[in-house]
């Protein structure tokens, strides 16, 4: 029953490697995240995904490519890894004709380059 | 543009005090306020929200809040600590009625002494 649900939950790699993570959601939600958490717990959004289509791309370098297949998965594909890549990567939802409603989050991925 | 403040990275109470976490605001347009709490290795749950109404809003596990706009203020209260909140908590900020895009504080991390 879990409601936003990532995979994997770790992922450790060397550089230079690509890498992807996996996101769903059955809340039946049109809006998807991608968020980054840095060592200090500093959250950053990443990218922003309405009904399959790229509609917030923070400043993230060319390397991460967010990618839509339908409305309840966001995948996020790394290319070319490098140490400060290293973070917890979270996924979150929302319905984005409630805004009262918030943000759902997944349980994280993280990521370790080597 | 939106914006959060919140005054202390680490919070340290004893076991049934009082918990006071602090969140000010920046924000254009009237905002919509959350609170989430992240316990170690999860994602973030929402705790509570502010959106229309009432400026005092409860949370779960006897959270609290109250909103008030003279101060740009959220602050998070709790009447009594329990071991089991020692967690890291975040303050959010969105537009009202323009969409989903939260902005989060830095985060303070709450620790409980027995």
């Known amino acids: 029953d879990t409601a936003v649900s990532q995979t994997p939950k770790y992922l450790v790699t060397q550089m230079g490697n690509d890498k992807s993570i996996k996101c769903e959601q059955n809340?039946?939600?049109?809006?998807m995240y991608w968020y980054k958490q840095d060592s200090k717990k500093f959250l950053k959004i990443m990218f922003s995904y309405n009904n399959k289509e790229l509609i917030i791309n923070e400043t993230v370098p060319n390397r991460f490519s967010p990618k839509s297949p339908d409305k309840a998965h966001l995948n996020l594909h790394i290319n070319s890894l490098e140490l400060g890549d290293s973070a917890v990567y979270f996924c979150a939802s929302s319905p984005s004709q409630l805004p009262t409603i918030g943000q759902f989050f997944g349980p994280g991925t993280r990521l370790t380059v080597l | 543009a939106q914006s959060v403040t919140q005054l202390g990275s680490h919070v340290s109470v004893s076991e049934g005090a009082l918990v006071l976490l602090r969140c000010n605001y920046s924000?254009?347009?009237?905002?919509?306020l959350f609170w989430y709490v992240q316990y170690p290795n999860q994602g973030l749950q929402l705790l509570l929200k502010y959106t229309t109404g009432a400026t005092l809003v409860k949370g779960i596990n006897g959270f609290e809040a109250e909103f008030k706009k003279s101060e740009t203020s959220f602050h998070l209260t709790k009447p009594s600590a329990h071991m089991s909140d020692a967690a890291e908590y975040f303050c959010a900020v969105t537009p009202a009625r323009a969409g989903n895009m939260l902005t989060f504080g830095g985060g303070t991390r709450l620790m409980v002494k027995p």
């Open positions: 809340l039946g939600h049109d809006t």
């Open positions: 924000s254009s347009v009237p905002p919509y």
